[in-house]
């Protein structure tokens, strides 16, 4: 059974940083592409970042390009998201979701962002 | 950036009865590979989302027979053809062809 469990969310000042990460299981890691989605409270969704099998390939939603950076390790079967520089506008629910079109996704971890 | 326009955004169906929803891209979504990129996504109240339906018509293994996807280049639409209540919830489509890949605002199923 495909599992992707977020962690790492929290509350968070703006301006500061947190790293969100998610741990997979199930299925083949390294040989699928992975995404970050997100949700603010009450809004649809938003593509965040896609990362290919072996990091070689990043792609970002220009609202984050500079700032967040998607990583992986297959070795640990784990996707990463860094984000830095935060707004009140990045206050989300964020979701991690498997390939490049979304096949599966984890239950999310929300980020707060505010004074 | 690809505009994914859904309609309705609100949609109230009576059980056992059809409900249709639709989504226009600003672009076609047809790739080099002659696959067309685009998914339906349902996200019911309090759950994470889930793709229903890949590649316009494809439905995702577990996914009732009673939803169906249809369209071509830039005109999609997704049917329930009878409505349960477990249906309820809200229905995106997203495009995954032009970076950055992007949704529809989202139709909100529910019960009358």
């Known amino acids: 059974e495909v599992q992707l469990v977020e962690s790492g969310g929290g509350l968070v000042q703006p301006g500061g940083s947190l790293r969100l990460s998610c741990a997979a299981s199930g299925f083949t890691f390294s040989t699928s592409w992975m995404s970050w989605v997100r949700q603010a409270p009450g809004k649809g969704l938003e593509w965040v970042a896609n990362i290919n099998e072996d990091g070689s390939e990043k792609y970002y939603v220009d609202s984050v390009k500079g700032r967040f950076t998607i990583s992986r390790d297959n070795a640990k079967n784990s996707l990463y998201l860094q984000m830095n520089s935060l707004r009140a506008g990045d206050t989300a629910v964020y979701y991690c979701a498997r390939g490049q079109q979304l096949n599966y996704w984890g239950q999310g971890t929300l980020v707060t962002v505010s004074s | 950036d690809v505009v994914m326009t859904q309609s309705p955004l609100s949609l109230p169906v009576t059980l056992g009865q059809p409900a249709s929803i639709s989504c226009r891209s600003s672009?076609?979504?047809?790739?080099?590979?002659?696959?067309?990129?685009l998914n339906w996504f349902q996200q019911r109240p309090g759950q994470s989302p889930r793709r229903l339906i890949y590649k316009v018509s494809n439905r995702e293994s577990g996914v009732p027979d009673r939803f169906s996807g249809s369209g071509s280049g830039t005109d999609f639409t997704l049917k329930i053809s009878r409505v349960e209540a477990e249906d309820v919830g809200v229905y995106y489509c997203?495009?995954?062809?032009?970076?950055?890949?992007?949704f529809g605002q989202g139709t909100k199923v529910e019960i009358k």
């Open positions: 672009q076609s979504l047809v790739y080099s590979d002659g696959n067309t990129y």
């Open positions: 997203m495009q995954g062809r032009h970076w950055p890949w992007t």
